[in-house]
């Protein structure tokens, strides 16, 4: 049972167009981090958030986190080919070394 | 800085023999978490190790162990291998503080026949 719900599992876009990955839950998180995996590797860090009502932006990448500390969201702008990959949202608790994983959202870009 | 890093990337195993995967951190690091990822279950925590010694666990059979070294270099091994077993295990490091963030090696393939 996944304690963090990603939406929507998959997205297929054109280039160009701007996309959001919701990750919610009914558990407090610490910390919140959000990674993108390509097929056969390790998934690979974009952002961590740490303060309820925070927004961090990365070029064309917006994270934001919920309030609550509770849910977060990734907007992408003017998406890329390159942005192609699946996308995982990750909570940490006060459980040592251990993040909660979503399912993850694949995100296609089409040129 | 050197990321973390994973050997050997790819192995294939046969029912009931056992494996030993190992898994560098980034320099500094001291804490080393494993995780499963399957298709079905995505990725599992199966446990962390701090100072050479585990500080928790996942729900994984007893199958699953590891350990860590002096010089936080950690391994993990899973005996009487399953077809379930086939999955990329991921190893990430991170500063000792909870919740701290993680940064994944490219992971270890394994495949069961």
């Known amino acids: 049972t996944q304690l963090l719900e990603q939406s929507p599992q998959f997205l297929s876009i054109q280039e160009g167009e701007n996309l959001t990955v919701y990750c919610n839950s009914s558990s407090v998180f610490s910390s919140l981090q959000w990674y993108r995996q390509e097929p056969g590797e390790g998934p690979v860090l974009l952002v961590t958030v740490v303060t309820g009502g925070e927004v961090k932006k990365l070029k064309r990448l917006t994270f934001q986190f919920g309030d609550a500390r509770k849910d977060s969201s990734l907007h992408i702008t003017a998406a890329q080919p390159g942005d192609t990959g699946l996308y995982l949202c990750a909570g940490a608790t006060d459980s040592w070394g251990k993040l909660q994983f979503g399912a993850g959202t694949q995100v296609v870009v089409t040129p | 800085k050197a990321g973390v890093t994973q050997t050997p990337r790819y192995l294939i195993k046969t029912r009931g023999q056992q494996v030993t995967l190992s898994c560098s951190p980034i320099s500094g690091h001291r804490s080393v978490s494993w995780y499963q990822q399957t298709p079905g279950q995505g990725l599992q925590f199966l446990f962390e190790y701090f100072s050479e010694t585990q500080r928790n666990k996942g729900n994984f059979p007893g199958r699953f162990s590891g350990r860590q070294f002096s010089n936080s270099r950690s391994e993990m091994n899973v005996s009487t291998l399953e077809l379930g077993d086939s999955a990329l295990y991921l190893c990430?490091?991170?500063?000792?503080?909870?919740?701290?963030?993680?940064?994944f090696g490219p992971g270890t393939r394994l495949l069961v026949l």
């Open positions: 990430a490091s991170s500063r000792a503080d909870r919740g701290g963030t993680q940064y």
